[in-house]
Antibody
Framework: EVQLVESGGDLVQSGRSLRLSCAAS????????MHWVRQAPGKGLEWVSGINWNGGALDYADSVKGRFTISRDNAKSSLYLQMNSLRTEDTALYYCVKQFTAAGRGAFDYWGRGTLVTVSS | SYVLTQPPSLSVAPGETAMITCGGDKIGGKSVHWYQQKPGQAPVMVIY???DRPSGIPVRFSGSNSGNTATLTISRVEAGDEADYYCQVWESSSHHRGFGGGTKLTVL
């Protein structure tokens, strides 16, 4: 059974940093691209960042580029999101998401339950 | 960035057909994926690559994509289909993955 378990969400002040983690199990982690998708309270889905199977291709939404860094450790089947210079508008539930291909245009076939990040002013 | 436009809401009676649209410039040339999100739950993929259905998703769910509009069709709507639905595309130029604003489906 595929499982994606996020951790690291917290209440932080604007301008501070936070690191999210996602522990994956139930599939061959290094065969697939992974992503972070967020959802602000009462709002829609927003793609944040993605990384291909070997970490050689990193993509970011314009809203987080230069502040957030995605990474993965295939030996540990883990995905990470380093978030710096946090803003109040980064407040959201952050989902760890598996893509069903190694890279490219594949859809998101498994989602974690999310970890909540709250940024206060 | 590429803009995807969905109607904010749609109401249908049980047993009727729901058609949720996703508009975008020449979206017919892109691959569109659809997700269902029920309150308090993570999204679930219901259609991928325009019209493919994952295992476990009822045949009542189907998709199409042409021109400037992609459509998710839910036939014989049931109370359990009440949820938010999001379309998504991959932009080949930027590698970004945009979501539509979501459509709240209400079953009357």
């Amino acid at each position: 059974e595929v499982q994606l378990v996020e951790s690291g969400g917290d209440l932080v002040q604007s301008g501070r940093s936070l690191r999210l983690s996602c522990a994956a199990s139930g599939f061959t982690f290094d065969d697939y691209a992974m992503h972070w998708v967020r959802q602000a309270p009462g709002k829609g889905l927003e793609w944040v960042s993605g990384i291909n199977w070997n970490g050689g291709a990193l993509d970011y939404a314009d809203s987080v580029k230069g502040r957030f860094t995605i990474s993965r450790d295939n030996a540990k089947s883990s995905l990470y999101l380093q978030m710096n210079s946090l803003r109040t508008e980064d407040t959201a539930l952050y989902y760890c998401v598996k893509q069903f291909t190694a890279a490219g245009r594949g859809a998101f076939d498994y989602w974690g339950r999310g970890t909540l990040v709250t940024v206060s002013s | 960035s590429y803009v995807l436009t969905q109607p904010p809401s749609l109401s249908v009676a049980p047993g009727e057909t729901a058609m949720i649209t996703c508009g975008g410039d020449k979206i017919g040339g892109k691959s569109v994926h659809w997700y269902q999100q029920k309150p308090g739950q993570a999204p679930v993929m219901v259609i991928y690559y325009d019209s493919d259905r994952p295992s476990g998703i009822p045949v009542r769910f189907s998709g199409s994509n042409s021109g400037n509009t992609a459509t998710l069709t839910i036939s014989r709507v049931e109370a359990g289909d009440e949820a938010d639905y999001y379309c998504q595309v991959w932009e080949s130029s930027s590698h970004h993955r945009g979501f539509g604003g979501g459509t709240k489906l209400t079953v009357l």
